[in-house]
Structures are given as structure tokens and as C-alpha cells.
């Protein structure tokens, strides 16, 4: 119990602290499909045998920078959020996607500008959140389950997280049809950038005579 009590108190502590964005990070460049599927089978684990856990990977995406830890943080939070949303069984899908979006878009979610961003959604077949929920899932402390059974942290943590790393979060929700989470994250600009460096040069680069 002692053990226990200690490390929620860890785990506590670590969530106020990137809420308050005084966690060190450690961002660099990754692929988010790599990173997603390190954590895979983690995430099977947590949320047992009778959900089913998809994954629908874009393999044509360009590279982010945030910290490889807060991915599994954005992903286990909302995986298991997604789990108990599904009462006994159903299925969570995981998927990334590259987008572009315009000024003429702006209506979008809180925190919402124009650029390329890759998208990694987490989507669930539960209960949905309802509509006058919506505007308060974010907040700290706020949490729809029953005493002892959640800090209403999960969905704030996630929240400064992705602001913490320019992006923004939109979500889509019709009870009793499931929810639908979608995190952007801008595209790195350094790696667009090398991307088309290799690309110029591997177009003026003559054949050679040699062999191997």
C-alpha cells in the first residue's frame, strides 16, 4: 500500500507538473508511427482482452519534434479514457494522417492556425461524451467517474501537452456513437527542409562508371 501510495503520489505529481509546464522535456526529431507502435503493446495490455485495439498508420508522413515520452503520455491517457468510455468490450482505433490546413478553415478547435500537421487520432466505439460536457473536458480536476476512480488529469495533461508543442486538439462526439480524438502536431520544419535538400541533390548527382 505504501509502494502504491507512492507512486500515484509520483504519477500525480509528474501530471501538475506538465500541466504547469515546469517538466523537463527532451524534444527531438521522430517518426510518430515508430513511436506509436514502441507502445502498442503496452497499450493492449492496459486495456485488456475484450477491447479490441486497431492501428491505421499513414506511412507517407514527415517527422515532429516533441519529447518521445509525452507521445506515450497523449496515448496512454487517451487510450484508457477510451476504455472505460466502452462498457465490457469494443474497439479503439489508432491512426496518424498528414494535412494541410488553410486560413479558411479557422473555425476550427481552441489553438487552431493554417500549416502541415500529422494527426494522430484515437477513436472509440463507447458512449460518447455529451454535448454540454464538451467545454469542460479539459479542465483540470474535472471528471465525470465516480470518487477514487480518477483525478479528472488525464484530459488536462494531454491538453498542455500538445500546446506545450504548438499543436491543438480537436474532438468529435455523438452519443451514443463514440468519440473521436484528434491531436495535431506541427510538421518539423528542418525536416522538410532536409527532405528536400536530399531531394535536389539526388536529381543532380551524374551516374557513375563504377562497380561493385
Known amino acids: 500500500e505504501v509502494k502504491l501510495a507512492a507512486k500515484r503520489s509520483a504519477d500525480l505529481t509528474s501530471q501538475l507538473l506538465g500541466l504547469a509546464r515546469r517538466l523537463t ?7 510518430l508511427n515508430d513511436s506509436i507502435e514502441k507502445i502498442l503493446n503496452m497499450l493492449r495490455r492496459l486495456i485488456g482482452e475484450n477491447v479490441q485495439l486497431r492501428w491505421e498508420p499513414d506511412n507517407h508522413i514527415d517527422q515532429v519534434k516533441i519529447d518521445p515520452a509525452q507521445i506515450d503520455q497523449i496515448l496512454t491517457n487517451l487510450v484508457v479514457n477510451a476504455k472505460d468510455a466502452m462498457s465490457g468490450s469494443g474497439t479503439v482505433t489508432i491512426s496518424t494522417a498528414m494535412v494541410e490546413l488553410s486560413e479558411e478553415q479557422s473555425s476550427g478547435p481552441v489553438g487552431f492556425k493554417p500549416g502541415k500537421f500529422i494527426v494522430f487520432s484515437v477513436e472509440d466505439t463507447g458512449k460518447g461524451i455529451e454535448e454540454e460536457i464538451k467545454p469542460y473536458i479539459f479542465e483540470p480536476f474535472f471528471t465525470t467517474k465516480d470518487v477514487g476512480e480518477g483525478t479528472g488529469l488525464g484530459l488536462a495533461t494531454v491538453y498542455g501537452i500538445v500546446r506545450q508543442n504548438n499543436g491543438f486538439i480537436e474532438v468529435q462526439s455523438t ?30 548527382i551524374e551516374p557513375g562508371t563504377e562497380t561493385i
Open 25 to 31: 522535456v527532451r524534444p527531438r526529431l521522430l517518426h
Open 175 to 204: 452519443p451514443p456513437k463514440g468519440t473521436l480524438f484528434k491531436v495535431y502536431l506541427p510538421v518539423n520544419a528542418d525536416s522538410v527542409k532536409e527532405q528536400k535538400e536530399r531531394g535536389t541533390e539526388a536529381r543532380v
